[in-house]
């Protein structure tokens, strides 16, 4: 029969154990939070030329605000298992099939409208990055982006023929454009060489959350070759949108006082053409999720 001591003993080592799970656990979902949160700030943030905003639809005859928000609904505790999976060393295989069953779950929340696949993968694999940094002291010292390239970066490109009907793939033959895939196996060189740093500029000089983003959006647009512009518009549509997007950032971008004004011209005129830089505004939410994620303690206890 066991002493007294030593049922004591295990239970406090159960214990402990559940309090680590536990916490674990609810380290993903904040994590998750943090995700979440972003799609949000980015959907709701206006004015945005072509994309979806609490005005209008902007470029887009299938999708509006409320898309989006059934969307983000259906997600919820997506992030956290790709977080939980991330945690645990799990291969890329693993991240896209939660991936995956959450495209689907997006899918059957819209009706089958595409509200969110590309931020999935951007965000899905930058929050598996940021929980595994937290259980792998190893790591500790890398930025979310390069543990994505350090663990995960061969096989995001291995897998691009396995998602050819996707239109980035599409794209990617037809302009030999990077696309989301590369920029990830990159480790997100466009968030946070480019996009990262325009939103802690504009944050700290004295922007609000919504002002910094779009500020940040318009960026991204100058500098991405952006997949769902070639899709649209072709490589036209994609010099229109650089090219507007230069303009309107070399002559101050949101530092100057009438810049709603220029944007709102700027969405007519996209919408007029059909063009929507969803790759960048993927991007924009995926700076948000970094500048955040960069912040964390990397040792979740």
Known sequence: MESIATVESSVHHLAGYAGRYC???????????????ALRHEVMAWPK????????????????LGTFFSSMDALQGSFAALAH???????????????IEAERKMLRATGGVNTHRGAIFNLGLLVAAAARRMSDNTLAKLECGAVVARLWGADILSGREKSSH??????YHKFAAGGARLEAASGFPSVY?????????????GHDRETAL?????????????TNLL????????????????????????NTPLWQARILALHREFVARKLSPGGSADLVAASWVVHQFETLPTRSH
Not at 28 to 36: A, P, V
Not at 166 to 171: E, K, L, T
Not at 233 to 254: K, M, P, T
């Open 49 to 64: 030329p072509g994309l979806v905003s609490p005005v209008d639809s902007g470029s887009h005859r299938d999708m509006h």
């Open 214 to 226: 779009i500020g940040t959006l318009m960026i991204l647009m100058e500098y991405l070759p952006d």
């Open 193 to 205: 060489q480019i996009g990262l740093p325009t939103l802690r500029n504009l944050l700290q000089a």
């Open 23 to 37: 916490d674990s656990r609810e380290s993903h979902f904040r994590l998750e939070r943090l995700c979440l949160d």
């Open 166 to 171: 996707s239109h980035g793939n599409h794209v």
């Open 85 to 99: 999976a991330g945690a645990q060393g799990q291969t890329f295989s693993t991240l896209q099939a939660i991936g």
């Open 231 to 254: 899709w649209r518009g072709g490589e036209r549509g994609l010099e229109f949108v650089r090219r507007s997007a230069a303009g309107f950032n070399r002559s101050g971008g949101v």
